[in-house]
């Protein structure tokens, strides 16, 4: 009799012990660290049908392999932790990958082709920015961006000029956008790709707050991608990104993956099943810690401006935190008065933030966004984004919050 959990507990639960029979693993009450490249098949029969799936040779079966063929394609740890962080998502299914950046990458290959118009919202992390404005105008696939924060009717006139050159086989949205905070109006823009044929697919960057306080699959996005690096793995030991969205997308974007070889190996998914086990309690907590923070930043006299969900002063901003998202995080950004010598000042004045960049994990980590992660964006558009000189991106972790309180309040000392 299998063990197995039922598909209808919460996301936590499954997350524990879900998509894994103990007694198909000698007990073993976590899954085994499977550290094998190749596994044996039952009948050459069915070997090839695994082939037919792996290679999306029928796109659409939404069926998995029958049968585990290589670690390239897929491997039970994989297998695994796209089970349990489907069911966080909202997905029918989803796929792992090396690092954020391939889940990005191979999902855009995988749906893109030259004379193709791509859409993105910005800013958007300093990868992903690169690969827009150099990596797919180089395979012939033109990208043209909008503001995170423009209205609809802004990216509707766009929409419509761009069709012109081509067809939009996808909007790409990071929301909230790093590092401004800023969130982009999806449900607007859902619903305006909708009105286009071919419908472009819309795919949402939500690796800053995630499925605890977003779901952009609910308010029809096509596919969700995480670095899974971040707030997922959330103790700053592996580099894996995500991918999630319905059985005959998901599909098509592994068979991209098996060709590219983009899939995480079994060591890192392994540990990405430990990091799930506290997932939520984490982001909730930290969360939690990061409001205080925040709170604490909005009055210093040291601070021009914070860039936080939910504390924005701008209308639009709150009814879009209000229609879409349940909580804020633990990522903010804020800039102090002066240039570039000042927030280095603060950054080298920390103590227990460390000066580092990434997010999402146990650790306080702030950095300087325009000569750090975004370093390799344009000046002109740093500026046109608001990615100001004085400008420091503060992600909260788990340490007492009167502790990185405390930190700041020295750090910011330096400037008086």
């Known amino acids: 009799m299998s063990r197995k959990l039922p598909m209808s507990v919460a996301p936590e639960t499954f997350a524990v012990s879900g998509a894994h029979d103990p007694f198909l693993s000698v007990g073993a009450i976590n899954p085994p660290h499977y550290a ?246 984490r982001v909730e907590a930290t969360g939690h810690k990061a409001l205080k923070v925040a709170k604490m930043l909005r009055s210093h006299q040291a601070i021009k401006q914070l860039y936080f969900p939910g504390l924005t002063g701008d209308r639009e901003q709150k009814r879009r935190y209000k229609a879409q998202f349940t909580g804020h995080g633990s990522l903010m950004s804020f800039t102090v008065h002066g240039d570039r010598d000042e927030a280095y000042r603060v950054l080298d004045a920390f103590r227990v933030i460390k000066l580092a960049v990434s997010l999402g994990g146990v650790e306080s980590l702030a950095e300087h966004p325009r000569t750090h992660t975004h370093s390799d964006v344009a000046i002109a558009d740093l500026d046109r984004f608001g990615i100001t000189k004085g400008m420091i991106r503060l992600s909260v972790g788990l340490e007492d919050a009167d502790d990185v309180i405390a930190d700041l309040l020295q750090a910011l000392d330096r400037l008086s």
């Open 36 to 281: 094998s490249s190749t596994f044996v098949a039952r009948s050459a029969k069915t070997l090839a049908g695994s082939f037919v799936q792996a290679y999306g040779l029928d796109n659409g079966c939404p069926r998995q392999p029958d049968e585990l063929i290589y670690a390239r394609v897929v491997h039970p740890n994989g297998q695994i932790l796209e089970e349990r962080w489907s069911k966080f998502e909202h997905a029918e299914q989803s796929a792992l990958f090396s690092s954020g950046m391939s889940a990005i990458t191979t999902t855009l290959l995988t749906f893109c082709r030259p004379g193709d118009q791509v859409l993105y919202s910005a800013p958007v992390y300093g990868g992903s920015d690169f690969f827009m404005k150099n990596r797919l105008p180089s395979l012939g696939i033109n990208t043209h961006s909008f503001l995170v924060t423009d209205t609809i009717e802004q990216i509707r006139a766009l929409l419509r000029r761009v069709v012109l050159s081509g067809p939009v086989s996808v909007v790409y949205v990071e929301t909230p956008a790093n590092p401004t905070l800023a969130l982009a109006d999806l449900p607007a823009i859902v619903a305006e790709c909708a009105k286009h044929n071919p419908r472009p697919l819309v795919i949402v960057d939500s690796t800053v707050l995630g499925p605890i306080f977003h779901h952009p699959l609910d308010l029809g996005a096509d596919i969700v991608v995480h670095s899974a690096t971040k707030s997922i793995g959330g103790h700053s030991d592996l580099i894996a990104g995500i991918a999630s969205g319905s059985n005959r997308l998901v599909s098509q974007i592994k068979a991209t993956r098996t060709i590219h070889g983009t899939i995480a190996d079994p060591h890192t998914a392994w540990l990405l099943l430990r990091s799930l086990t506290s997932y939520k309690v």
